[in-house]
């Protein structure tokens, strides 16, 4: 079996190479995702193998890539749509909210739109403003859609071509700053056998205080985790992979053992996943629960200034603090 | 109906039509048959096309059937709008010839995107009119394939679906059905007030640049709800498409003629892969923007009075009665059958029954979720703990 090691970005590339290769009804769309491979180069070399008539440079429209996606989605095909950062997916968001999600509930099951958004989410790049967001939420509270996350090179090699096989139109969570981190990846592994798009995984057992993150703070998870391993403490990361529908039977088992439960994420806390998680975490494991469940998030602020991101992302540090907040009840 | 090529067949017993450029006030408008009844050979538009038709008189008077049932069956459905059978209607009154028009110009494989106003393009595909009154009763949303019917389900998001018919466009065209006279077109249905939508524009921007199989057929009605056409625009429709790159082209939309002739070559253009045009069938929302609406607050009478000079039937049941193509039997027939075929609508709205409140959990996703299975259990519980109570 071919294992590579790959970056998070390479990884989506050949995941979405071999969705080219195995269905001819795969078609990509966006901004500069063909002679340029897109900005952070997802689609490098696609549109040069597959032609432009598979890897189709859009014009710089959003509400008209998802909107024209719709309508090559009734044609028959399947299109993967980049959108090319998160704050530029609002101009769509009509078309997502409205049309993309409510067709087959609309149709009585008729109309299937098998559809993914790819967007690159959160921030920790440098970027100026409307480059670092996290717009999970507003995709998760809308019925009709799927959205997941992917947090290491194998799931993103595998969830991308789960996500384009799948007749549920999915938002595509990218962690973007870390496009770049390396792993191993099994290539040859059949999609068929390979772990669920829709179920969350343990990524680091523990027994002490179960802490459950998704995309870009699964990282910053596991090295809190090994930072308390130092000090004795041992933190149960999850990886919650799918964010709509949640799958939080991992999650309930993990905090019925631990009793503590911190969520994770860069999006503002104000509600936000982490006050969904935690209140049907406080529901299914009320007598277990030791502490109430914490959030370490990003601020009820818009995205600030880069040079005061690290302020505001959570980190290692904040992490370790909540995780020290649940022992004080 | 709408067989054949138009031009092609021999016409007979019409006095001697004129033709001429545009009609009268109006250079630009493409009119075929005066609000008198009188018939105009051809009319040569602003680009050099020449447009005409040469129906039988078969054709003529199935022409004429097709608007007075569309009447008739919206007519019913306003009907029972008022008499709390339906939750709301979108009448098409004024806009009969511009649906009739363009749907009879459509070929069977060509796709329709409609707003939610385009029961009369909904009949003329052959279609159930009861199909989308299950959305106005509020049973369903819609609930029909659009692949089943060649007719996307109604869209009330104003102009969303004009994106949607560009896309299966490109779609048309990277399935290499483009090209021939058996080549597929596809026809997007909008109105005055979607202009201003930045999803309007963008579609007309991407079939441009992707020289797509598209018809984008605008009836200007003259009012979105309220706000008059010069709230939207401050230059004739049909000439945005200039600034595109695609023609454009404004005809009488009460004129059911001129309507066919337009919308006929737009998309046999477009079929033979000669990219998108825009039509702007210059009409008149005769009733109000739907039953919810008091049209009396923005409009004077006067003008709806000088609109009901130039009604769409009238003109056409002038010139049968004139060229001697149908009979007073004709007419009588005609109106039986509008009559019988409403009454059978009524009969089947008022039969439709209420879904079951466990199906509002079906189709919200095509492979399930595990959440909606444990909110549909819990509902189902929750119901069941009324049975044998007095509630």
Same mark, same amino acid.
């Given at each position: 079996? #071919?294992?590579?090691?790959?970056?998070?970005?390479?990884?989506?590339?050949?995941?979405?190479? $071999?969705?080219?290769?195995?269905?001819?009804?795969?078609?990509?769309?966006?901004?500069?995702?063909?002679?340029?491979?897109?900005?952070?180069?997802?689609?490098?070399?696609?549109?040069?193998?597959?032609?432009?008539? $598979?890897?189709?440079?859009?014009?710089?429209?959003?509400?008209?890539?998802?909107?024209? /996606?719709?309508?090559?989605?009734i044609r028959?095909?399947?299109?993967? +749509?980049?959108?090319?950062?998160?704050?530029?997916?609002?101009?769509?968001?009509?078309?997502?909210?409205?049309?993309?999600?409510?067709?087959?509930?609309?149709s009585r099951?008729k109309l299937?739109?098998?559809?993914?958004?790819?967007?690159?989410?959160?921030?920790?790049?440098?970027?100026?403003?409307?480059?670092?967001?996290?717009?999970?939420?507003?995709?998760?509270?809308?019925?009709?859609?799927?959205?997941?996350?992917?947090?290491?090179?194998?799931? #993103?090699?595998?969830?991308?071509?789960? /996500?384009?096989?799948?007749?549920?139109?999915?938002?595509?969570?990218?962690?973007?700053?870390?496009?770049?981190?390396?792993?191993?990846?099994?290539?040859?592994?059949?999609?068929?056998? #390979?772990?669920?798009?829709?179920?969350? $995984?343990?990524?680091?057992?523990?027994?002490?205080?179960?802490?459950?993150?998704?995309?870009?703070?699964?990282?910053? +998870?596991?090295? /809190?985790?090994?930072?308390?391993?130092?000090?004795?403490?041992?933190?149960?990361?999850?990886?919650?992979?799918?964010?709509?529908?949640?799958?939080?039977?991992?999650?309930?088992?993990?905090?019925?053992?631990?009793?503590?439960?911190?969520?994770?994420?860069?999006?503002?806390?104000?509600?936000?996943?982490? #006050?969904?998680?935690? /209140?049907?975490?406080?529901?299914? +494991?009320?007598?277990?629960?030791?502490?109430?469940?914490?959030?370490?998030?990003?601020?009820?602020?818009?995205?600030?200034?880069?040079?005061?991101?690290?302020?505001?992302?959570?980190?290692?540090?904040?992490?370790?603090?909540?995780?020290?907040?649940?022992?004080?009840? | 109906m709408a067989k054949g090529d138009p031009?092609?067949s021999?016409?007979?017993?019409?006095?001697?039509?004129?033709?001429?450029?545009?009609?009268?006030?109006?250079?630009?408008?493409? &009119?075929?048959?005066?609000?008198?009844?009188?018939?105009?050979?051809?009319?040569?538009?602003?680009?050099?096309?020449?447009?005409?038709v040469?129906f039988t008189d078969e054709e003529y008077r199935g022409l004429y059937r097709d608007l007075v049932l569309v009447r008739k069956l919206d007519a019913e459905a306003?009907?029972? !709008?008022?008499?709390?059978?339906?939750?709301?209607w979108a009448s098409l009154?004024?806009q009969e010839a511009a649906q009739v028009g363009s749907g009879r110009a459509l070929r069977t494989q060509d796709m329709v995107f409609p707003t939610y106003r385009e029961h009369g393009v909904l009949y003329c595909r052959g279609i159930d009119p009861i199909m989308p009154l299950g959305l106005f009763?509020?049973?369903d949303?819609g609930g029909w394939d659009p692949n089943e019917f060649k007719f996307n389900m109604y869209t009330?998001?104003?102009?969303?679906q004009?994106?949607?018919a560009?896309?299966y466009a490109?779609?048309v065209?990277?399935?290499?059905k483009?090209?021939?006279d058996e080549g597929e077109a596809v026809i997007a249905y909008?109105? *005055?007030?979607?202009?201003?939508?930045? *999803?309007?524009?963008?579609?007309?921007?991407?079939?441009?640049?992707?020289?797509?199989p598209?018809v984008?057929f605008?009836q200007?009605?003259?009012?979105?709800?309220?706000?008059?056409?010069?709230?939207?625009?401050?230059?004739?429709?049909?000439?945005?498409?200039?600034?595109?790159?695609?023609?454009?082209?404004?005809?009488?939309?009460?004129?059911v003629l001129?309507t066919y002739a337009?919308t006929h070559?737009a998309l046999d253009?477009a079929r033979?892969?000669?990219?998108?045009?825009?039509?702007?069938a210059?009409?008149?929302?005769?009733?109000?923007?739907?039953?919810?609406?008091?049209?009396?607050?923005?409009?004077?009478?006067?003008?709806?009075?000088?609109?009901?000079?130039? *009604?769409p039937i009238?003109?056409v049941?002038?010139?049968?009665?004139? &060229? !001697?193509?149908?009979?007073?039997?004709f007419?009588?027939e005609v109106d039986e059958q509008a009559k019988r075929e409403s009454v059978h609508l009524r009969e089947r709205v008022?039969?439709m029954?209420?879904?079951?409140?466990?199906?509002?959990?079906?189709?919200?996703?095509?492979?399930?979720?595990?959440?909606?299975?444990?909110?549909?259990? &819990?509902?189902?519980?929750?119901?069941?703990?009324?049975?044998?109570?007095?509630?």
């Open positions: 079996m #071919a294992t590579e090691t790959l970056t998070i970005g390479k990884a989506l590339n050949t995941g979405l190479r $071999r969705a080219l290769e195995n269905d001819p009804k795969v078609v990509i769309m966006g901004e500069d995702v063909g002679k340029l491979g897109g900005v952070f180069r997802i689609t490098d070399g696609l549109q040069k193998d597959f032609g432009d008539q $598979r890897v189709i440079d859009t014009p710089l429209a959003e509400s008209g890539i998802i909107g024209t /996606a719709i309508g090559l989605a028959g095909y399947r299109p993967v +749509c980049e959108i090319q950062f998160d704050g530029f997916v609002y101009p769509a968001y009509d078309q997502i909210v409205s049309q993309v999600a409510k067709m087959h509930y609309r099951g299937r739109i098998p559809m993914v958004i790819r967007i690159p989410f959160g921030g920790g790049i440098g970027a100026v403003e409307h480059h670092s967001e996290s717009p999970e939420a507003y995709f998760s509270h809308t019925a009709g859609l799927k959205v997941v996350s992917c947090a290491n090179p194998q799931d #993103a090699y595998v969830m991308i071509q789960q /996500a384009i096989a799948s007749d549920d139109p999915i938002i595509f969570l990218e962690p973007k700053r870390r496009y770049w981190e390396k792993g191993p990846v099994e290539l040859d592994a059949p999609l068929a056998d #390979a772990y669920p798009l829709h179920a969350s $995984r343990v990524v680091r057992p523990g027994t002490d205080v179960t802490l459950l993150a998704y995309g870009p703070m699964v990282r910053t +998870c596991l090295d /809190a985790a090994s930072a308390a391993a130092e000090d004795g403490r041992e933190l149960e990361v999850i990886d919650l992979r799918t964010i709509s529908p949640l799958d939080l039977g991992v999650a309930y088992e993990s905090v019925r053992r631990t009793g503590r439960a911190v969520v994770v994420h860069e999006a503002p806390s104000n509600v936000g996943l982490g #006050a969904e998680i935690a /209140a049907r975490i406080t529901e299914e +494991c009320f007598y277990s629960l030791e502490s109430p469940v914490l959030r370490v998030t990003g601020f009820d602020t818009p995205y600030p200034a880069a040079r005061v991101e690290e302020e505001y992302l959570p980190d290692l540090d904040r992490v370790l603090d909540a995780v020290d907040r649940t022992f004080g009840w | 031009g092609v021999t016409r007979s017993r019409r006095a001697a039509p004129r033709s001429r450029k545009g009609a009268a006030g109006d250079p630009d408008l493409v &009119q075929l048959l005066t609000p008198e009844g009188e018939r105009i050979e051809s009319v040569t538009g602003p680009d050099g096309t020449v447009y005409r040469d306003t009907a029972l !709008q008022r008499q709390g059978e339906l939750g709301l009154l004024g009763r509020g049973v949303q009330i998001v104003i102009g969303a004009t994106l949607h560009t896309g490109m779609g065209a990277m399935d290499g483009t090209g021939g909008f109105g *005055d007030g979607a202009t201003s939508q930045g *999803d309007v524009n963008e579609a007309f921007v991407w079939a441009s640049v992707f020289n797509a598209l984008f605008c200007n009605n003259q009012y979105a709800i309220s706000e008059p056409l010069e709230r939207q625009t401050r230059v004739p429709l049909y000439r945005r498409a200039d600034g595109f790159g695609f023609p454009g082209v404004r005809v009488d939309g009460n004129d001129a337009v070559t253009n033979h892969g000669q990219g998108p045009s825009l039509i702007e210059y009409t008149y929302r005769m009733g109000a923007h739907t039953t919810s609406d008091d049209p009396t607050r923005y409009r004077i009478a006067s003008e709806v009075e000088a609109w009901q000079a130039k *009604d009238a003109r049941k002038a010139f049968l009665e004139k &060229q !001697q193509i149908a009979d007073a039997d007419f009588a008022l039969a029954p209420n879904p079951d409140p466990n199906t509002l959990f079906d189709h919200v996703y095509p492979h399930g979720s595990p959440l909606l299975d444990e909110q549909r259990e &819990q509902f189902s519980r929750y119901l069941e703990s009324f049975e044998g109570s007095a509630h």
